[in-house]
Nanobody, 122 residues
Framework: VQLQASGGGLVQAGGSLRLSCVASGRTFSNTDMGWFRQAPGKEREFVAGMWWKGSTTYADSVKGRFTISRDNAKNTVYLQMSSLKPEDTAVYYC?????????????????WGQGTLVTVSS
C-alpha cells in the first residue's frame, strides 16, 4: 500500500486547512485509516481515525475542530482542520492497515505516508 499525503501549509491561528491522503495498492474501502502528527522534539501522536465500518475517533485535543472523512471512490481520506492553533503545528502523517485494537499507537499501523507539514502562526 502506498499513501500520499498533501495539503499542508502555513495558516494563521483560527484558520483552516484540509489534508488529503490518497491510497493505492489495496482495497481501500475496508481499510482502517488514521492521521497522526509529530511536532519537533515530540513523539508522534494520534489525531483521528476512520475505521472501515465508518466510525471515527478523535484525540481530545482536536475534538470539535478536526473532522476525518473518506471518499472510497477516490481512495482518499481527508482531515479537515478548523480553528487551528499554533500548537497544531506539526508534520501530519496518514496511516493505514491497523493491526489490533490500539489505534492510537503508531506501531499498530502497517503503512505510512510521507507526511505533510502544517504550520500555524500566532
Amino acid at each position: 500500500v502506498q499513501l500520499q499525503a498533501s495539503g499542508g501549509g502555513l495558516v494563521q491561528a483560527g484558520g483552516s486547512l484540509r489534508l488529503s491522503c490518497v491510497a493505492s495498492g489495496r482495497t481501500f474501502s475496508n481499510t482502517d485509516m488514521g492521521w497522526f502528527r509529530q511536532a519537533p522534539g515530540k513523539e508522534r501522536e494520534f489525531v483521528a481515525g476512520m475505521w472501515w465500518k465508518g466510525s471515527t475517533t478523535y484525540a481530545d485535543s482536536v475534538k470539535g475542530r478536526f473532522t476525518i472523512s473518506r471518499d472510497n471512490a477516490k481512495n482518499t481520506v481527508y482531515l479537515q482542520m478548523s480553528s487551528l492553533k499554533p500548537e497544531d503545528t506539526a508534520v501530519y502523517y496518514c496511516a493505514a492497515g491497523l493491526s489490533g485494537r490500539y489505534y492510537s499507537t503508531p506501531s499498530s499501523y502497517n503503512y505510512w505516508g510521507q507526511g505533510t507539514l502544517v504550520t500555524v502562526s500566532s
